[in-house]
């Protein structure tokens, strides 16, 4: 089981960038996958989820901006990042959870399968 996650880069302040997640040995359909950020000196942060049902759910400091979807043709999940900032400078991961119910966790516990992490940096 292996997330690859990739599409990381500099970018400047109010840019784009699209992460991927590629699955291998999971469904992506059949799990939740979550996208989390760890900055230098911080801990590991909760950033979007698209559940397997399809709900997503965004944290309070990227809502409205930040938009995760999935390909399932591709076995990939994918988080869109507009009008970056600064602070959003961080490695990004994405990780796997297997759940039947649609609970929306935001906790790094909750997830056992992660990815080896992108980064993201965006210039002021």
Known sequence: VQL???????????GTLKLSCAASGLTVSRYHVGWFRQA????????????RYGTTYYADNVKGRFTVSRDTAKNTGYLHMNSLKPEDTA??????RYSEYNDLRDDV?????????TLVTVSS
């Open 40 to 51: 230098p000196g911080k801990d590991r942060e909760f950033v979007a989820l698209f559940s």
């Open 109 to 117: 516990q909750a997830y056992d399968t992660w990815g080896q992490g």
């Open 4 to 14: 690859q996650a990739s599409g990381g880069g500099l970018v400047q302040a109010g």
């Open 91 to 96: 490695v990004y991961y994405c990780a796997a």
